[in-house]
Structures are given as structure tokens and as C-alpha cells.
């Protein structure tokens, strides 16, 4: 190829040579600007380092693994546990006790969850056996039968001796209830404890007795083959006084007496609920 006017050839055989030294320099033994040992030890660096990765990966998977075989045994399936929720949702409950405005959007709630709860028509379901499960076998897609839940177990909290479940009187009524699982089975006997976060504690009102989610609720077969499932409630009443009135109160429920885990630090609702609720006079 001609040189251009204003570059000499000489000029072009060094730019050559050195292109083709930057590859191999035969003078000093360099292979890409390096020598070999630097070379070497640019290998052995990667190699070490992505056998300590590597490591690393393994080390995980096999304390990963470690950790599986521990949960294992002691969840009798892979059934997960189950949240705990509160009605109303708030959990946030601010009221003056004095304005209903304030707290009668509450106790609509109440009203319109409890319906599936009538009396009436909950009296159509079976009468189970209090404190074991209610196993049903079933023919392939059969509906499953119910057991009875009525409002009216909920006592001085069902809405039917109090309209306002509590709230007009300052002790106000909420109610948990655990999410649905199929195949749930606890163990022992579940029942829920709330506790208020601070020195005095509160006195609690729980029904049904104790606070106890029955048995007999358990298991649950699903949307499809138990449609007309009704979960077991619990429902709390917060008996404050003069004194409790005007602050905001931290409430705990856990659901204790049971393999059901409460204590998950990932997943504060798993088991257990926070809610604050600050009643104003
Ligand atoms: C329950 O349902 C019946 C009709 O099925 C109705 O007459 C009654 O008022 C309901 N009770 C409550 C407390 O909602
Ligand atoms: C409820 O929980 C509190 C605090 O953890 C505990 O002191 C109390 O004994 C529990 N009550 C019941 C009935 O388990
Ligand atoms: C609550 O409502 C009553 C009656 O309307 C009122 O006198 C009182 O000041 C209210 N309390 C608070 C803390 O707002």
C-alpha cells in the first residue's frame, strides 16, 4: 500500500514492529505485555478465586440443606402455618367512644362479617365433636361437611346483646381469626393470647371460652370441596378503664398451645398480630 506524503516509511515499519511486539516480544519474553510468570500468577489468582466461590456455593446449599432436614421432622407435612388477621382490619383502631361517627364504619364491619356466622343458618351445619378433628373422608369431589360456628358464641362480642360490640361502652370488641390452610391440623389446643405491651397489663375478655379455636374446625378441605366452610373465630374484648382511655395501647395476640409457629422473625403475622388502639372519651 503507498504511504501517505507526510509519513515516511521507516515511521511505518516501526509502528509495525511495534504492534507485533505488543503480541509477542521476543526480546523480553513478553506475551501480551506480560511475562509468563505474571501470567502464572494471573491464572492461579482466578483459579484460587473461583475455587473460593465456588466453595462458597456448595457451603451455602449444604447449610441450606443442613437446616431443611431440621424443620422436617417437626412439621408433620409441608402444610404451611398460618397468618393471624383481625376484624376490623384497622390495625390502627382510633374512636372517641362519645361520637359513633367515629366508630360505627367498625361495627358495619362486624355486622356484615359475622352474616356467615347466623344463627339461623349456621344451625343448618353439623353439630361436631368439640376437641378432635373432624376428619372426612368423602367420594371424589363430594362437598365435605361443616361444623357449626354461631355468632352468638361470641357472646357480649357477637353483636346480638350489643349492637355496638363494645365500642359505645369504650371496650371494644375485635375479632381474629386464622387464615384458611388446607389440610391444617394443629396440634395441642390452640388458643389465642393477647397481651398489652407495657407494664399494666390489660384485662381481656375471650370468646368462645379460653379463646380456643376448636379442633373440630380442622381440617379444612378447600374452596372447591368445602364451599360453605366457615373459619372458628375468637373474639377479645378490651375491658379498659378510665385510666386506659386517651393513650395508645399496643396489643399482642399470639396463638399459643399449639405447633402453630408465633414467633417467625421474617413474618410478623404469621401466628401472632400487633394492633394499636387508642380509645378517646
Ligand atoms: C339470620 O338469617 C335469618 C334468615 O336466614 C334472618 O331472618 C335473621 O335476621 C338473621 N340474623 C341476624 C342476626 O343477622
Ligand atoms: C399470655 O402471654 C403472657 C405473656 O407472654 C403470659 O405471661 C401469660 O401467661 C399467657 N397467658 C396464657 C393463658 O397463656
Ligand atoms: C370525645 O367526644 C366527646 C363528645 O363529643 C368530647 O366532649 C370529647 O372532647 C372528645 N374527646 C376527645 C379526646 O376528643
Known amino acids: ?6 509519513k515516511p516509511a521507516v515511521k511505518e515499519e ?3 514492529g511495534s504492534w507485533k511486539d505488543a503480541i509477542f516480544n521476543p526480546r523480553t519474553g513478553e506475551f501480551c505485555g506480560r511475562t509468563a510468570k505474571s501470567w502464572g500468577l494471573i491464572l492461579l489468582f482466578y483459579l484460587v478465586f473461583y475455587a ?11 447449610v441450606m440443606l443442613m437446616t431443611l432436614d431440621d424443620y422436617v421432622p417437626r ?35 362486624l ?6 356466622y347466623n344463627d339461623t343458618e349456621q344451625a343448618r351445619n353439623e353439630v361436631c365433636v368439640s376437641g378432635s378433628y373432624f376428619d372426612q373422608d368423602g367420594e371424589v369431589g363430594e362437598q365435605r361437611k361443616v361444623c357449626q360456628f354461631k355468632r352468638s358464641s361470641l357472646s357480649l362480642c357477637s ?8 365500642y359505645a361502652e369504650g371496650k371494644p370488641c375485635i375479632l381474629l381469626k386464622m387464615n384458611r390452610i388446607i389440610g391444617l391440623k394443629p396440634r395441642g389446643e390452640p388458643y389465642v393470647n393477647c397481651t398489652a405491651k407495657r407494664e399494666k397489663p390489660i384485662t381481656i375478655q375471650y370468646f368462645p371460652n379460653e379463646g380456643r379455636f376448636d379442633k373440630m374446625y380442622f ?6 370441596l368445602h364451599e ?13 378503664r378510665k385510666e386506659d382511655y386517651n393513650t395508645e395501647l399496643t396489643i399482642e395476640c399470639r396463638i399459643e398451645g399449639s405447633n402453630l409457629r408465633n414467633n417467625d422473625d421474617r413474618d410478623k403475622f404469621l401466628g401472632r398480630v400487633t394492633f394499636r388502639v387508642t380509645v378517646k372519651e
Open 111 to 116: 355486622e356484615s362479617f359475622l352474616q356467615d
Open 52 to 62: 473460593f466461590l465456588a466453595g462458597m456455593f456448595v457451603l451455602t446449599i449444604w
Open 219 to 224: 381440617p379444612y378441605y378447600g374452596n372447591k
Open 14 to 16: 516501526e509502528n509495525v
Open 228 to 240: 360453605r366452610y366457615v373459619q372458628p373465630l375468637v373474639a377479645v374484648k378490651l375491658l379498659l
Open 1 to 6: 500500500m503507498a504511504s501517505n506524503e507526510d
Open 159 to 166: 353483636g346480638l346483646s350489643d349492637s355496638t360490640f363494645g
Open 75 to 109: 412439621y408433620r407435612d409441608r402444610v404451611p402455618h398460618p397468618g393471624l388477621v383481625i376484624r376490623p382490619k384497622e390495625l390502627d383502631l382510633l374512636f372517641n367512644k362519645s361520637q359513633p361517627l367515629q366508630f360505627n364504619r367498625h361495627i358495619n364491619t
